[in-house]
């Protein structure tokens, strides 16, 4: 079941917003939740526009709604419409800036550098030292028993970084799942090198 805003968007020509009453996992979403989505909709899809297309506004809105439900239930708070605009305001700078961990300058481009050391290079016995090192680095991380990111970082050096979630049967990359396989990622990868 979805709640429309707003149901005569027909008649109005407005962009509707669309939220799920069941979130991504099955749980039923508090409906306080959906009912304070009305008196911030037109300021979502002034976000929306920012991202760039106003047809996203049902997709900050679902899921701040959805992400709200699930951490407080039915506490909603003096504000609830105030707290489903701030979350969808996060959103909406996570998505023009690429993902939080972008926007947050988290993420480190090892795919790229990984293949600028592999790439025709113009010192071959530095990009044989490199293709070395990451040989015994993809070593130490099977000594260690990490087999996930020792998978990656074969699935990095393939060029496949695209299937990597999926590998792991993670949806979205936005999801916990992700941020914790990225996190056990690059710590298993510092301990592998930094034994070397």
Known sequence: MYSIIP???????????????????????????IE???????????LARKVGDVWLSSQLAEESVH????NHGEVLGPAPSSAIYIEASWRAAHMIAGGRREREGLN????????AC???????ARAFEDAEYFERVLQELKRRGMDGVERIVKMYLA???????AAFGIEKKASKAWQSLCKRFLRGIRRAAGSL
């Open 108 to 115: 480190i481009q090892l795919h790229d550098v990984m293949l």
């Open 67 to 70: 992400q709200l439900s699930a």
């Open 36 to 46: 304070a989505v009305p008196r911030i909709a037109e300021p979502v899809r002034n």
């Open 7 to 33: 149901q005569n968007y027909l008649e109005t020509g407005v962009v509707p917003i669309c939220i799920s009453h069941v979130d991504n996992f099955g749980r039923p979403v508090f409906k306080g939740w």
């Open 159 to 165: 060029d496949a970084e695209d299937q990597i979630p």
């Open 118 to 124: 592999l790439r025709e290079p113009s010192d071959f």
